[in-house]
Structure formats: C-alpha cells, structure tokens
Nanobody, 124 residues
C-alpha cells in the first residue's frame, strides 16, 4: 500500500511562488512515474506535470511549461512541484499521484495512488 501526503499549498499573489511537496510512505515510488494534477472548482481534474522517479525525465502541460518545475528526492520518497510566476488561473486543489507504470501518462487513469490534495489560491 502506498500513501501520498501533499503539503505546501496556500495563498499567493499573482507573480509569486509556492513549492508543493508530496511524501510517499509504504512502497517507494521508484520505478513508477509520479505526477501532479489539479482541479479547479467546477472543472475536471487536469494534468500538470509528471516525472520518472528512476530517470528524471519530465513532462509538463502547456499551461505551466516554463513556470513550474517537478523534481524528486528519491532518498526521501518525496516529489516536489516548484511553482513560479503564479497566475489566478492556477488556483485549484493540487493532487499528487503515483503511476501504474514508469510511463509519464497525462490522464488520471494512468495513476493508481492519489494524495488528499492541497489547496493553492492565487490572488490577482
């Protein structure tokens, strides 16, 4: 069993930064893919970014490319999402997820373990 616990959410001003963390307990997240998704009120959950825990390759949604950076600390079983140049449209609940495989999927179906989510609110 894998448990994922997100932290680091909160309130930021437009143009500001936040760093989200996701700590995994139980089985490690290597060699699986790890990802961040987000869900804004009234909208479907959407892919944000994914990383290969073993190889470090990454993938980003176009909406966050160049502003967000995903990384892992395998020794700590933790995945991070550094969010810079935040925009009001980044406001959402952010979820961490572990992949069913090592592939960097962009759909929810590609992931089988999820955290409880952390709220990010960006004010204009």
């Amino acid at each position: 069993q894998v448990q994922l616990v997100e932290s680091g959410g909160g309130l930021a001003q437009a143009g500001g930064s936040l760093r989200l963390s996701c700590a995994a307990s139980g089985r490690t997240f290597s060699p699986y893919a790890m990802a961040w998704f987000r869900q804004a009120p009234g909208k479907e959950r959407e892919f944000v970014s994914a990383i290969s825990a073993n190889y470090g390759n990454t993938y980003y949604a176009n909406s966050v490319k160049g502003r967000f950076t995903i990384s892992t600390d395998n020794a700590k079983n933790t995945v991070y999402l550094q969010m810079n140049s935040l925009k009001p449209e980044d406001t959402a609940v952010y979820y961490c997820a572990r992949g069913r495989t090592a592939l960097l999927g962009t759909t929810s179906q590609s992931y089988d373990y999820w955290g409880q989510g952390t709220q990010v609110t960006v004010s204009s």
